[in-house]
């Protein structure tokens, strides 16, 4: 698991009231720390968890592998907080096969097929809806997730009829609800791989595992196999020619960025970190709330093919 980082999530404000009673009863909002019978009082009243999912890959040599679990993790724990309501343990492996570098460099990136978590997610989220969930929102913390997940989604979706959502809750290319908050301008990517917003979001979380000793600015780069002719500004799989990006390519991170390092982190700071969580945790949660109120009819409940 990942270490805790001392925070008293009770603290935060809450987005509901007139609630009290209600959140008396639970020691917490992970569903790993509850037993049965807190699960069966919970879905009393009701429908909604939260399963943080993201990836065990290198960040670069100044972050921790486990950056952008804590990502999901951290919104996770937030929003359940602010609107009371459940989430999972993480799903902490996702889909990185771009970042294994060569064999035996000991880049430490754990990656599943994109079948094999395509068929755990579809195995958490049939469990959840066997149990009693009726609405699901996987609160993602890693990019390239987002490449795999649609199948499994619209499966649970047509499969059951319980309400699925994805939540992509980082900047990348899109700075968002993020506007006017990092430092670096757009060449200094402040969105991606290990530059300025996971710098300090990792600071925010627990600080003791950010080695700013070893930070440093690096830019993507075109790979050796394309023509110099085309470039490369992030870690999207496009790549511009002529000034537009309609070209995109299988590209491992090595062969664009040496480093692991898409930017510049040196502008990191823990109270940016801060505000990040609160500004994207506080939305997402409102979302959450409207989604809440929803009509959904879940016809397919049982969860039988739980063996092979």
């Known amino acids: 698991m990942i270490a805790e980082n001392g925070r008293d999530y009770s603290e935060l404000p809450h987005l509901t009231t007139g609630d009290e ?7 917490s909002w992970d569903l790993g720390n509850l037993t049965f019978v807190d699960i069966q009082e919970y879905l009393k009243v009701k429908d909604l968890v939260i399963v943080p999912m993201a990836s065990l890959e290198q960040h670069g040599p100044h972050l921790p592998l486990y950056t952008d679990t804590v990502t999901c993790v951290e919104m996770s724990r937030r929003v359940a907080e602010m609107i009371g309501v459940l989430h999972t343990p993480p799903v902490w492996i996702g889909y990185s096969p771009q970042h294994m570098h060569e064999p035996g460099m000991g880049r430490g990136t754990i990656t599943l097929r994109s079948t094999t978590l395509l068929a755990m997610l579809y195995d958490v989220g049939r469990s959840l809806i066997h149990h009693g969930f009726n609405r699901i929102v996987f609160m993602n913390g890693h990019g390239s997730n ?6 499994v989604l619209r499966k649970l979706r047509y499969e059951t009829g319980a309400l699925i959502g994805f939540v992509k809750p980082y900047m990348e290319r899109y700075v968002g609800i993020l506007d006017g908050l990092m430092e670096n301008p757009p060449e200094e990517t402040p969105g991606w791989h290990s530059s300025e917003l996971e710098t300090s979001q990792d600071l925010a979380w627990n600080e003791r595992f950010v080695r700013m000793d070893r930070a440093d ?4 780069h075109i790979p050796e196999f394309l023509p110099k002719t085309f ?16 070209f995109n390519f299988p590209m491992d991170h090595h062969e664009f960025i040496e480093s692991g390092v898409i930017g510049n982190p040196l502008r990191a700071t823990k109270e940016k970190g801060e505000e990040a969580f609160r500004r994207l945790s506080e939305h997402v949660a409102r979302g959450i709330l409207e989604l809440m109120e929803v009509p959904v009819e879940v016809h397919n409940r049982e969860f039988v093919d739980r063996v092979m």
């Open 231 to 246: 470039a490369k500004k992030d870690g999207m799989p496009d790549v511009e020619f002529e000034g537009y990006t309609y």
């Open 217 to 220: 600015f690096t830019k993507a």
């Open 146 to 151: 987002v490449k795999v997940v649609d199948p």
């Open 21 to 27: 009673e209600f959140r008396s009863k639970f020691l």
